[in-house]
């Protein structure tokens, strides 16, 4: 059972939270992708439960109940996270992101690193201009155009979402497998997201593609990255990047998936985030 609240920030920001609930139980915080609302991921609800884990997430600024904050970075997700768990009494809590989610949860290793106790990135993106990654290489030509207009700026970025083009994240067939199977949840993230309008989604864009205010050299906890070979919104080797940044990282590759079928093995990745954080607590 997911309980829905929100939480009023110092600045008068509002946050919408989600907490399945459970005192004794190691908090994940979810990090959703682009555009989605911050629903902790149903698919994955009974590994969770078997693990004794607690998800807790939020809808980012400018998606569903949250305030927008336009001119955000990747690294303001940090205070906020800090501010959820202070209010959910959370000391010490493991992240996980999906998509856009993946910088996120790794802005909260970098910046909340006494807390944080390992984290989980599937599909996620490098910053863009990273030294010696090409960036764009291997991406669908719709998610192309659409970050290149919000290199561009916020201008050209809120034209082209205003000037019909139509997003083509050219899925493949595992993707479409799973969407039609057990990842079709994602309808019930998605749709929420878009019928609020392109804001959240202009502010997610923006932020991937300048500085995101930490670089990941910095996320010092325990990291496990999952890629799909077939990925061409987040093309593999973002994460291949990012194994060779962070301090502690672990890159799993599976060369038949895609962005949404790698998915697949994040029942996986919740046990190894369970024993990285049983180690944490007996140090």
């Not at 911050?38 to 698919?43: M, T």
């Not at 863009?128 to 659409?146: E, Q, R, T």
Request: glycine content about 14%; charged content about 20%.
């Amino acid at each position: 059972m997911v309980t829905e609240t929100d939480l009023r920030l110092g600045d008068g920001r509002t946050l919408h939270v989600y907490d399945t609930g459970g005192r004794d139980r190691l908090a994940v915080f979810w990090h959703h992708g682009t555009p989605n609302i911050g629903a902790p991921p149903a698919p994955l609800f009974a590994a969770a439960d078997r693990l004794g884990l607690r998800w807790v997430s939020h809808d980012r600024p400018g998606y569903g109940g949250s305030t927008p904050l336009p001119g955000r970075d990747i690294a303001s997700v940090a205070a906020d996270v800090a501010a959820v768990a202070d209010a959910l009494g959370l000391d010490r809590f493991a992240v996980m992101g999906h998509s856009g989610g993946g910088p996120h949860a790794l802005a909260c290793g970098a910046l909340l690193p006494e807390r944080v106790v390992a984290a989980v990135v599937g599909a996620g993106l490098a910053p863009y201009g990273a030294a010696g990654l090409d960036w764009f290489a291997g991406m669908v030509p719709a998610g192309v155009a659409s970050l290149r207009a919000a290199v561009a700026g916020r201008t050209a970025k809120e034209a082209h979402e205003t000037s019909g083009a139509v997003y083509d994240p050219e899925f493949t067939p595992a993707d479409l497998a799973a969407l039609h199977g057990g990842w079709s949840w994602f309808d019930s993230v998605v749709g929420p997201a878009v019928r609020g309008g392109p804001g959240g989604l202009i502010d997610d864009d923006l932020a991937y593609v300048h500085p995101w205010g930490f670089d990941p050299v910095r996320v010092t906890p325990p990291v496990l990255l999952l890629h799909g070979e077939r990925d061409g919104i987040a093309p593999v080797a973002h994460s291949g990047w990012l194994a060779g940044r962070c301090p502690d990282a672990e890159l799993r590759r599976y060369p038949e998936d895609g962005h949404i079928s790698v998915l697949r093995h994040a029942g996986t990745a919740l046990e190894w985030l369970r024993e990285r954080a049983d180690q944490a607590s007996a140090r």
